[in-house]
């Protein structure tokens, strides 16, 4: 990397460092400063980085983006950020990388349970959080999760007790508006054993050049059960990274559902460390229209016996959109009896479209089940024949497949309010015609 | 109905289908028995305007058209109907949506609005009853990891729902147990009318025991090598298909 672009960013640091949350502990001033030396010497990551070798930051490289000092929601249109509001759930929402009172919809919350903007966390437990900060995310893995330690202006915390079912989903709304501009932003989830919740991720913009840069770290108890949902719809000259990393303990359960819309350039990192028959299944559908790039790079370890991971991630490129997939699995040593099953299927569009699939299995155990599959393909014509002998025409009939590739992941979402959402997103990015909504 | 006329077919500039000649009128139901390999899914598939297949010369006349001209879909939607012989699997999209989609499709062609949700559910379900099948069938996706004799149900079913005018039924027997092939005969011959006409092509004369036909024709290598009532079909279960193929090179 390049290390000027490094050190506009240190010396853009200083001026806004007193503005960061937290700045009064010492733990978080130390750590911060930590990751912005780290990021000093290592930058953005690099295509010579095998964990980064489709995907090139230079885009991010060549502009600096600025982190807004407050929240500036001058310009935003209530009703497109309240169309993003899922119905019936808690809402936490950043607006440039801060957090909105005014938007945000978190009365009746239980009171045991803590959902509130990271910076409250920091003011009112800062030992909450200073306990989970950095465990699951390593600040040396790359450069994205140093800068976000060192930049984060603000965030969600999530914590739910032990034994508590939460029976409605929280979501954080993430929106970004105005060109060049950057939201950094942090996030903790931890379910206590044998806790249940839901959560949502959800990332907007206006139409403009922005960076996000997220990171949540997610620590599901023994026995809990925890089910992420990330939706990202980016602006599309956006560029995104949103990295999930998540530590399991025995019999924890973790599925995360990932769909990946927008954005010019947009990463995903979703690194899941399983313990002792920890169960976790991750899904995921990327879309990539016109010259937008899209990476899902996703790591499960199995770190311990009996542990069950499944993994799907469908593609579906047009254009000359390019969709990449990365997905390591590895089975430690002691890892006997895993049982894991990961696939990847890209279905291209148009001949400039590109998939790159790379599945990873790395193997310590032998007495483990582990499979799987990837595909590059277009529409079956036997089924397009399929569909016209029963009086669909073609385009209708290409259409629709394509809606059934894609629609398989978006049948997995049983909250209805966000899987309306998403399904709307995915019609508004391939033609409608041939998909009666009024029909499914 | 349909007149075919000398109708030759090439599939990788092999020649597949020598020279058809076959007139069917509405109210008819011709059987086509051949032995394997001898072009009767080639004939469906040319019929139905599957790509791949290379017409060489002659002509297929459907109600007065070209119906080689049309495309796959405006064949659908003007009343032929393919039950296959391998129906595909369409793993997303249900069985209730594709039945929609097509019926409407008939509707917008012949210039009727779309049908109402409730005529719809109402004529889907009775049909359902009609085939003995499960109505849970209908919310699933179409023919995914159905059972052989459930696909070949599910066309049937199909038939029925889209009310078509000249039924091509391509093997429609196979993978049927005995029962199942009763329900799909007594469906086929509810839908019996003056106005629609069937072709059924078969291997074996099983199916015939159950749906009659008016017309018997054998295909061999490519050509429709003899004619008859039902009798034949009965004949050629007792001589085998050698036969009229001896026949044919005798001729
Ligand atoms: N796609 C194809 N490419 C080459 N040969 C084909 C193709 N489809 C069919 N054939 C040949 O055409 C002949 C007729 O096949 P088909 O119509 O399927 O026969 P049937 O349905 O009577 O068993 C066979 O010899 C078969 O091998
Ligand atoms: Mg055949």
Redo the contacts with the bound molecule.
């Keep these: 990397m390049n290390t000027a672009i490094a050190s506009r960013y240190t010396a853009e640091y200083q001026t806004i460092a007193s503005s960061l949350p937290g700045q009064t502990l010492p733990w978080l001033r130390a750590l911060r400063a930590e990751a912005l030396a780290q990021f000093a010497e290592q930058g953005f990551p690099s295509p010579r980085e095998e964990e980064w070798r489709y995907t090139n930051v230079s885009g991010i490289e060549k502009k600096l983006f600025a982190p807004s000092a407050d929240i500036t929601v001058g310009d935003i249109n209530t009703d497109w950020l309240k169309s993003y509001q899922i119905e019936n759930a808690w809402v936490l929402v950043l607006v440039n990388g801060h957090f909105s009172a005014e938007f945000s919809v978190l009365t009746d919350l239980p009171e045991a349970v803590s959902v509130m903007s990271m910076a409250d966390a920091l003011a009112k437990q800062p030992a909450q959080v200073e306990k989970y900060l950095g465990l699951a995310a390593s600040q040396s893995e790359h450069g994205f999760i140093a800068f976000n330690t060192a930049w984060f202006s603000d965030g969600l915390f999530v914590h739910v007790p032990s034994k508590l079912v939460l029976d409605r989903p929280i979501q954080l709304l993430h929106i970004v508006t105005g060109d060049d501009a950057m939201a950094t932003t942090r996030n903790i989830i931890i379910a206590d054993e044998m806790a249940e919740a839901k959560v949502i991720e959800t990332f907007v913009g206006n139409d403009s050049a922005y960076l996000t840069a997220s990171v949540t770290e997610v620590f599901v108890g023994q026995n809990a059960d925890l089910t992420l949902y990330k939706m990202q719809s980016e602006s599309e000259k956006a560029y995104h990274f949103g990295g999930s990393y998540i530590k399991q303990a025995r019999d924890a359960r973790f599925t995360h559902h990932n769909f990946a819309f927008g954005g010019l350039l947009a990463r995903s990192d979703i690194h899941a460390d399983l313990d002792h028959a920890s169960e976790c299944e991750l899904n995921g559908l990327y879309l990539g229209i016109k010259r937008q790039h899209i990476d899902n790079h996703t790591r499960i370890n199995h770190l311990k016996p009996y542990a069950i991971s499944r993994e799907l991630y469908k593609g579906v490129l047009d254009d000359r959109a390019r969709g990449v997939f990365q997905g390591r699995v590895i089975v430690a040593i002691d890892a006997q009896k895993t049982d894991s099953q990961m696939n990847n299927r890209n279905l291209l569009l148009s001949d400039d479209a590109e998939a790159d699939t790379k599945p990873q299995l790395e193997i310590y155990a032998d007495d483990v089940k582990c499979g799987h599959g990837v595909t590059v393909g277009q529409l079956d014509e036997k089924s397009i024949f399929y569909l016209q002998s029963r009086c669909v025409d073609e385009e209708t009939a290409r259409n629709m497949l394509t809606f059934a590739f894609a629609n398989e992941m978006v049948d997995k979402v049983k909250i209805r309010g966000l899987h309306d959402m998403i399904l709307e997103q995915l019609l508004t990015r391939f033609p409608q015609e041939g998909v009666n909504k009024e029909w499914l | 109905m349909l007149s075919i006329k000398d109708l030759t077919v090439n599939?990788?500039d092999?020649q597949?289908l020598k020279g058809i000649n076959l007139e069917i009128k509405a109210g008819e139901i011709h059987a086509i028995m051949?032995p394997?390999?001898?072009?009767?899914?080639?004939l469906s598939h040319v019929l139905s305007g599957k790509a791949?297949y290379t017409v060489t010369g002659g002509t297929a006349t459907y109600q007065g058209k070209d119906l080689l001209e049309m495309a796959p879909e405006i064949r659908a939607r003007e009343g032929v109907f393919l039950a296959f012989q391998y129906p595909v699997e369409i793993p997303g999209v249900s069985n209730i949506y594709l039945l929609k989609a097509a019926l409407n499709s008939i509707r917008k062609h012949n210039g009727q609005p779309e049908v109402d949700a409730m005529d719809f559910l109402t004529l889907v379900k009775e049909k359902v009853r009609l085939l003995e099948m499960d109505e849970k069938f209908l919310y699933r996706a179409v023919n995914e990891g159905f059972s052989g004799g459930e696909k070949k149900r599910n066309e049937i079913l199909q038939m029925a729902i889209l009310e078509p005018k000249l039924c091509i039924m391509d093997e429609t027997d196979s993978g049927l147990d005995i029962d199942a092939l009763k329900i799909v005969a007594e469906g086929v011959n509810s839908l019996r009318s003056p106005e629609r006409s069937f072709v059924m092509v078969t291997h074996y004369q099983r199916l015939l025991d159950y749906i009659k036909p008016d017309f018997v024709h054998v295909l061999a290598h490519g050509q429709i090598v003899k004619s008859g009532g039902p009798e034949l079909a009965l004949e050629l279960e007792e001589k085998g298909y050698n036969w009229v193929e001896d026949n044919q090179a005798a001729a």
């Design positions: 599939v990788n092999k597949i051949g394997n390999g001898s072009g009767k899914s080639t791949g």
